[in-house]
């Protein structure tokens, strides 16, 4: 990639005021309408399908566009940092002086200031279906989906056509792919968004006392089950019906990504360096935080996939998006094995839902309820067992596509 223009081109889609057009406001008229009648509906509400990939033309790795997004975060947020270092250090008041530098140089101050370039929780998301649907995208991916609907996705006949969730799902979230992992753009919203409110309480439970350990276990605990925009509450049943584990995932590695800007963390195995760190009387950024570099990749992962890390569904539309999955089973199995590049093996797909309801062995919140998770070895392959046998003959499981050529695999 030509990377100075394309970091030109990223600059006019990421930051705050972004979007300010006619059918943004339009959008944003349409949702707010929607949540008055459905007041339990928040604007991160949105759904998404990663059981509807493209068979026939790939999908664009995004991976780029992320380091870039976040890359300028990180920056602009040193500048506004270091600018108010700066006046600081001029007040002749000493007392003031250390009272101005110390809420300056607050962790919490460094890692709100990176999240301010980014929009509000709704608007985000639009945000980013807008930059990736843009001719800008469509010249920097010729060829490749860089974010796709499908025209006829897994929700489009769950609910009844009366059920007041349905002006939620009016919000569609579409799918990209990014450093190999494909998930959906309210992933990005629920990463920034309730990642920021997770940091702000774990930064709460660490002033009382508790350890890190304690303090993300009751972050977890909180937005999981008992906090009113829990994935039980407001965020996942009374909005959709969907108990999103991916989303708490997402939420999960926001809480992550607001410790790393100051404090190192580990991710994937891996002891990551603060993203900002102090020279002198002022910050910079770290060397690893560069554009194109794959650094925000250590926060993404198979977890934030709803197809391999599998939702919750209320009684009331689980039958449907079931059936809805199964009808799918072969383009899903195709995708997946031969697109995607991983095993035919269900086998392989049930030891993975069962190794993302945890993250490198610490929870997040995933609901364990394995009877009620539609998970893809039970799906796309329903005759096969545990024990790895199947009650059908091979000729008579769903067929792949027999024209399909394999695109490289995503890893």
């Given at each position: 990639?030509?990377?100075p ?14 979007l300010?057009s ?17 007041p ?126 349905n002006i939620?799902?009016?919000f ?7 450093y ?15 990642g ?7 930064m ?40 999103s ?26 002891l ?27 926060f ?12 919750w569904?209320d ?24 697109i ?39 799906v ?5 067992h ?26």
């Open positions: 990639m030509n990377h223009r394309l970091f030109k081109r990223f600059r006019s889609y990421t930051t705050t005021g972004m300010r006619v059918s943004r406001s339009a959008m944003i008229l349409v949702a707010a309408a929607g949540c008055a009648l459905l339990a509906a928040p604007a991160q509400a949105h759904e998404t399908d990663q059981y509807s990939l493209p068979v026939n033309r790939p999908m664009a790795d995004v991976g780029d566009w992320l380091d870039c997004v976040h890359t300028q975060a990180v920056e602009k947020a040193v500048r506004v940092v270091n600018a108010e270092i700066e006046r600081a250090l001029r007040d002749p008041d000493p007392v003031q002086r250390e009272k101005s530098l110390a809420w300056a140089r607050r962790p919490e101050h460094l890692a709100y200031v990176v999240l301010d370039s980014f929009n509000d929780p709704f608007t985000e998301i639009l945000d980013a279906e807008h930059a990736l649907r843009s001719s800008w995208a469509k010249d920097t991916y010729r060829g490749a989906y860089a974010i796709y609907s499908p025209s006829d996705w897994i929700y489009g006949r769950s609910h009844f056509w009366l059920d007041p969730r939620t799902l009016m569609r979230s579409g799918s990209v792919k990014a190999g992992v494909y998930f959906g753009t309210d992933k990005l919203s629920h990463f920034h968004h309730m920021s409110i997770y940091y702000g309480d774990y709460a439970y660490r002033a009382s006392g508790m350890s890190d350990a304690e303090a993300t276990a009751a972050v977890v605990r909180s937005y999981a089950d008992t906090n009113p925009i829990a994935e039980r509450g407001l965020l996942g049943f009374i909005a959709t019906g969907v108990y584990n991916a989303d708490l995932a997402a939420n999960f590695m926001g809480l992550k990504f607001c410790i790393n800007v100051t404090e190192p963390v580990v991710l994937k195995g891996e990551r360096e603060p993203m900002i760190v102090r020279r002198g009387e002022f910050f910079r950024v770290n060397q690893h935080i560069r554009p194109e570099s794959g650094w925000f990749g250590y993404v992962s198979d977890h934030w996939n709803e197809a391999f890390n599998p939702c569904y009684f009331s539309i689980r039958s449907s998006v079931h059936d809805t999955i199964r009808e799918r089973a072969a383009p899903i199995r195709d995708f997946y094995t031969r995607d590049g991983r095993p035919d093996d269900p086998a392989y797909y049930r030891a993975l839902s069962h190794n993302l309801a945890t993250y490198d062995g610490e929870e997040y919140g995933h609901s364990k309820n394995w009877d009620k998770l539609l998970t893809l070895d039970q796309c392959w329903p005759s096969w545990s024990d790895g046998n199947y009650d059908e003959k091979p000729e008579d499981r769903p067929a792949a596509p027999e024209d399909s050529q394999p695109f490289a695999a995503s890893r």
